[in-house]
């Protein structure tokens, strides 16, 4: 098996260079930082099984508005860092009076995370043809670690997911799921989400996935 | 002097031998609103641990801008004890609150979390000697069950003098009447995070009892690592394998 149970302090290999995330190097071995999963490939890695998220670079996350400044956005990225938009990072040139005139507190955004920094600072942009004010659809919150699972190895499972489910999906790592398409097809849409959150960690799951997709159709008729 | 006898024949007032722990129970993810948790029986000793983080630090002057902090808070009910005890926290929940914190600071990595707070909660619901080393067993657990990325957990456990020999895990009479108390916590590496002691030992008598704890802390080890890999009983085959160091 390549994977296995671990808790913080397990060994997991003699060779330090094969030390990933989720690992520390201690005496010219590698330990588990984390009770999480080890997955034993060239580089040895463990996935948490719980914890809070932590901002990277290039992350696609949907933040939810909870105070404006002079010229931020401040949201709440389902982290014990908040994210900060600043308003040239705003799809359009607006001023700073109107700022909560085009995104007030309480509403959604789809964003990237741009830049974070060693006090954790973190600064989130909407400039993308993919990112922007979510006014349709809806979101649900999963645990963040088990996005992964989720998006699958090279994007395998999301990609079955926008095919079979019909809809529009926008995976947030902070653990926020986006979906847009018709009222039936949103309504599965989230059911299966949830139900890869809760056997992430089981084996065979892709095609349980879409088994459980058509046996939903087909009762639907 | 007392003429009572806690030890005949090598066996204890509850049946023990001078090397056998309590009974334990232990169980993850016991508050589904913490973020980690976990519930412990150690003898009649019953703790609740909870962890909360990290989160946003207040009040904000306490943050470190390059890690987390640590607030251990130990506390007992007021119907733990036979005699009600009256809330909120005393002298001694302070030192105890403290020396528990400092015995778990060691393993966390709090460089990862900067401005930043991880809250560990241990509230005593029912105290029968050893409840400070069974709280530190159950944190160390609830650290792990919320995501805490740490070198190893942490196991603690008392030695005791009572009618002169060392035993290990005194419960509350053998505490109360014994000629000493000492409570250590370790790391699997064998590193001391806690040493306390309370009454009188000869060097001799302290290094039986540090070997003798030692080993009830390692025996705890295995439990704690056991409750946290069964949780999980897909992968049960592979069980086994994690715990060669």
């Known amino acids: 098996m390549d994977r296995k149970i671990v808790i913080p302090g397990d060994l997991l290999s003699e060779d330090t260079r094969r030390s990933g995330e989720g690992t520390y190097v201690r005496n010219g071995k590698v330990y588990s930082l984390l009770y999480g999963i080890a997955s034993f490939r060239e580089k040895i890695s463990v996935i948490p099984l719980a914890g809070k998220y932590l901002p990277a670079i290039g992350d696609n996350v949907i933040g939810v508005v909870k105070d404006i400044t002079f010229s931020n956005w401040i949201l709440d990225i389902n982290s014990p860092y908040d994210g900060l938009l600043h308003i040239s990072e705003f799809p359009k040139k607006i001023d700073v009076e109107d700022m909560s005139k085009y995104l007030r507190i309480g509403s959604s955004v789809m964003a990237r995370v741009k830049d974070v920094d060693p006090a954790m600072k973190v600064e989130l942009t909407l400039n993308d043809r993919r990112l922007g004010v979510i006014k349709t659809g809806r979101v649900v919150e999963i645990s963040h670690t088990r996005v992964p699972r989720l998006i699958g190895k090279g994007g395998s499972m999301i990609s079955m997911l926008k095919k079979e489910l019909n809809c529009n999906i926008f995976v947030g790592q902070n653990g926020r799921i986006w979906v847009s398409g018709n009222e039936e097809d949103m309504d599965l849409a989230l059911k299966t989400i949830l139900l890869i959150e809760r056997e992430a960690h089981t084996n065979g799951l892709t095609d349980r996935i879409v088994d459980y997709i058509k046996n939903a159709r087909r009762a639907r008729g | ?245």
């Open chain 2, 1 to 245: 002097m007392d003429e009572r006898v806690f030890i005949k024949d090598g066996i204890r007032l509850d049946g023990r031998r001078f090397d056998e722990l309590r009974p334990i129970k232990m169980e993850v993810g016991v508050l589904s609103r913490a973020d980690g948790s976990c519930y412990m029986e150690m003898g009649d000793n019953k703790v609740i641990a909870a962890v909360y983080g990290p989160r946003e630090v207040h009040p904000r002057h306490l943050q470190e801008v390059n890690r987390a902090i640590i607030r251990y808070r130990y506390n007992m009910a007021s119907f733990s004890v036979e005699e009600r005890r009256r809330p909120g926290p005393d002298r001694r929940s302070y030192e105890l609150s403290k020396v528990s914190r400092e015995a778990l600071e060691p393993v966390i990595l709090t460089s990862y979390f900067p401005k930043s707070v991880i809250d560990i909660f241990v509230e005593v619901l029912q105290a029968d000697a050893g409840t400070r080393t069974a709280g530190i067993n159950a944190a160390s657990v609830a650290l792990a069950d919320a995501g805490i990325p740490m070198r190893s957990l942490v196991s603690s456990c008392a030695a005791g003098k009572v009618d002169g020999q060392i035993v290990l895990d005194p419960m509350k009479d053998e505490d109360n009447f014994g000629q000493a108390d000492m409570p250590i916590a370790i790391t699997p590496t064998g590193e001391i995070t806690l040493l306390q002691m309370d009454g009188m030992m000869t060097r001799d008598e302290f290094r039986q009892a540090i070997e003798l704890a030692k080993k009830g802390c390692q025996e705890i080890y295995r439990i704690q690592r056991k409750v946290l890999i069964d949780r999980y009983s897909q992968f049960e085959d592979l069980q086994d394998e994690g715990s060669r160091r």
